[in-house]
């Protein structure tokens, strides 16, 4: 019977055991990465497309990345409610613009104008927007039924989503090579 040797068999066995945690780390900074793509994307979108604003919605866009269920998920999001119109619209005018929705999410729009106090506005929205002034009762309103969806986010989510797969591979096929010493 002839003798066989294995070399090398031991390191083999010890890179083996290290590379789950390995994949996942660099899954988890390749998921960072593209998640700061995605914040930065709709940040540049948003200050193309923003005329009268100071700055605020964009630096409202937050991101993390978490563990889910044995998942790396990443997220964007942005707590300012005027994210929200701006990214699906308002009113009737925003049920009708075009628009790309998350899968599952249906919003309900106001189906009738409504009135903002002038002297709330910072800006004249007639001159802006078009919305007309009525004045009830000596008061300043502007009428609305809404204004279009203006997406910034989904647009940065769809540009990054075809990047992401590069992005991450990249990241483990480093960590692999840099911890294991692969090539």
Do not use: C
Not at 153 to 158: E, F, G, K, S, Y
């Amino acid at each position: 019977m002839a003798e066989i040797e294995w070399k090398g068999y031991d390191s083999l066995k010890a890179k083996l055991a290290k590379l789950p945690k390995i994949a996942h780390d660099a899954i988890w900074d390749g998921s960072f990465d593209v998640v700061e793509k995605v914040q930065g994307y709709a940040i540049r979108e948003l200050q193309s497309s923003v005329k009268h604003g100071n700055g605020e919605l964009a630096r409202s866009l937050k991101y993390e990345v978490i563990d889910k269920e044995g998942k790396v998920v990443g997220r964007v999001w942005s707590d300012d409610a005027v994210a929200w119109f701006r990214e699906f619209g308002t009113g009737k005018v925003g049920q009708e613009s075009p628009k790309e929705l998350p899968k599952g999410f249906n919003p309900s729009y106001r189906q009738t104008p409504w009135f903002i106090p002038a002297d709330k506005v910072g800006v004249d929205l007639n001159e802006i927007y078009g919305m007309p002034k009525i004045k009830i009762n000596g008061k300043l309103f502007y009428r609305t039924n809404g204004q279009p969806a203006r997406q910034f986010l989904t647009p940065a989510i769809n540009k990054v989503k075809d990047e992401a797969p590069e992005i991450v591979k990249a990241r483990v096929n480093n960590a692999i090579r840099n911890k294991l010493g692969g090539s």
